[in-house]
Each structure stands twice: as structure tokens, then as C-alpha cells.
């Protein structure tokens, strides 16, 4: 695997997501990275990230499941085209949907590992599927459809 | 509307979510009430909860969706029983599964309005429509199947 991020290759004005930003100090930081035709993330939860006592917040799930297809995404794009990740223009990806279903209870106390599979690419929409696994037992499952960011997106 | 959050009345070992529970201390503390048949929640994201500069993060979106839906839940289970909320036994929700549609991006700055419609109530299983409203306008819809929570929930 490379040791490079896609999320270390987002130009500076898109790299302040709370889920995944490099410049911002309060993030999540989630880093997406290929594994052959996987994209694999691992983030470990603070111990107040919790539903009840013991067990993963299913929101800080989502959010993982969210930054890591987003990147994903980003990374499928650059790969269809043949082109380095973060090479001009960038190629960014939104939410369009998330869909997350909770298999079981994400035991809290160790590393999650999140692995995304690229279903679709068509045109600016690009679908991702990613699950999340404490320990080897997949505990979540999401789908997200990501589009391509408009141009003039976060120019308030 | 009550004064009193579905939330303040879950019992204290079911009140350490990150998300809405009294208990966490760097949690987010979503309240939800009742505003005639619809349920109420107001947030005020941080400034650096952020996708891009100037948009709240979708992440924390889905979880304030998914807070509130739960929360609604619970909400609607008491009053299809005809019970006060928190009156024992708990009647108390997790998610299934949740969904976001992102509508357009929702602007960082003000207060946020969830606003959620009990769809469905069948057996343990509660459908929660919730729409986020960001100074009047719609900027997401989410829908969460939540479902009440096993007895041993929580018991590792």
C-alpha cells in the first residue's frame, strides 16, 4: 500500500472536513488508502465516542462510513482516469446519499477497519459500498452515492 | 412544547451516547420535544464541524439525524402506549439503519431545525422521517429504522 493518502493529496481549500481534513485540529482525520481494488481506512474511537458504555457511537460510524467512501470515491475517479491522485484539476467527490445499516453492536476498545469496494462509476456519480469491521467481524455497512464536486462548491 | 427532552428522562445507564446523552460530557447533547404530531430538535454546529469552509460536515448531519430519529422513536413508543416518558420499563431505540439524502450544502453560522415524522410504528420497529432545516430551508432528509433495544443491549 502506498504510504500516501488520498486525503494528504485534497488541495488546501478542501482539506479542512471534519471527517477527514488534514488542516483541521479538531478532525476525525480519516486517511484512505488502496488495498488492490479496496480502499482500506482504520481509525481507532475516543472513548467518549459511545452509544452506551462499551459500544461504538453509530453516528461517528456514519461519519466514517462518509469520509472513507468520499475518498474512495476520489480515488476510483483519478484511477478511471489514469492520472496521479492529486494531480490538476482535482478531482473531489460530496455526499449525494448515505445509507449505513448496523449489522451488530461496534464493540469499542480497539482499531475499526473500514474497506470500500467501488460498485459504480458513471459519469460525476460514483457509487461505493464500505464496510466497517472491530476485529475482523463486520459490524456495519454502507453505501454511498458520491458526486463530483461542482466547481463553485464552498465559494459562499 | 414540554420543557423536558425525550432525552432527559432516559435512564442513566442509557444516557452516555455522544450524541444526545446528558451523561457525555463532550457529546453533543441533541434535546428533542414534541410540536404537535412532529418532534423538535435545535443544534448549533461548531465552527470547525465543517465539509468545506462555510458548510456544516455531513457526518455530523447523519448524526443529529440519527439522534433525533432514535430519540423520536422513543418519543413515539410512550405515546402509542399511553405512557409518560421514562415511566418503566424504558422504551428505549437504537438504529437499524439510516439514510441521508444531502439536498443541497447546509450552511455553517446559525441554528439548525430537525424536524422529524413518525412514519411507521410496527411491533419493535419505529420509521422516523427527519428533515434538517437550515434557516427555513430544507438542506436534508434522512429516514432512520429504529429499533427498540434488546433487554441485554449494552451488557459486554
Known sequence: ???????????????HCYGCGRLNAQGHHVRTFWDGDETVS????????????GFVYGGLIASL????????????AYRAAGRAPGSEPPLRFVTGSLHVDYLKP??????????????????RKIVIESTVYADG????????VALQMPDNFGQS
Open 42 to 53: 482504520r481509525f481507532t474511537p475516543q472513548p467518549w465516542h459511545i452509544a452506551v458504555p
Open 1 to 15: 500500500m502506498s504510504d500516501k493518502a488520498i486525503q494528504d493529496s485534497y488541495p488546501e481549500n478542501l482539506a
Open 106 to 123: 461496534t464493540p469499542l476498545g480497539g482499531e475499526l477497519t473500514l474497506r470500500g469496494r467501488i460498485k459504480e462509476i458513471k459519469g
Open 65 to 76: 462510513v462518509d469520509c472513507h467512501s468520499t475518498g474512495s470515491a476520489a480515488m476510483a
Open 137 to 144: 467481524v463486520a459490524t456495519a455497512r454502507g453505501e454511498v
